[in-house]
Nanobody, 122 residues
Framework: QIQLVESGGGLVQAGGSLRLSCAASGRSVSLYALGWFRQAPGKEREFVAVIARNGRSTYIADSAKGRFTISRDTARNWMYLQMNRLRPEDTAVYYC???????????????WGQGTQVTVSS
């Protein structure tokens, strides 16, 4: 069993930055890829970024490439999403998720956090 708790969301103006954190706990966290997804009101859940269990391989969605960076502290079981040059269309609830060998498909993730709200004002 893996537990995931997100933090760091909030209200920011367009062009600003936020860093989201995800605290992962459980006996097998190191075996799982960790990812970020987001869901805006009235829209489907959308992949944002994923980092492999070794913390060295990452994949970022095109919508976030060049602006968002995903990282992982494998020793402390924390994951981060640094979001720069935020846009109003980045407004969503952001979720942390864990899945074995997971990629960009939400169906590959077994464990999910409760989410943290990010609101970007224009």
């Amino acid at each position: 069993q893996i537990q995931l708790v997100e933090s760091g969301g909030g209200l920011v103006q367009a062009g600003g930055s936020l860093r989201l954190s995800c605290a992962a706990s459980g006996r097998s966290v190191s075996l799982y890829a960790l990812g970020w997804f987001r869901q805006a009101p009235g829209k489907e859940r959308e992949f944002v970024a994923v980092i492999a269990r070794n913390g060295r391989s990452t994949y970022i969605a095109d919508s976030a490439k060049g602006r968002f960076t995903i990282s992982r502290d494998t020793a402390r079981n924390w994951m981060y999403l640094q979001m720069n040059r935020l846009r109003p269309e980045d407004t969503a609830v952001y979720y942390c998720a864990a899945g074995y060998d997971a990629g960009s498909d939400s169906n590959e993730y077994r464990y999910w956090g409760q989410g943290t709200q990010v609101t970007v004002s224009s």
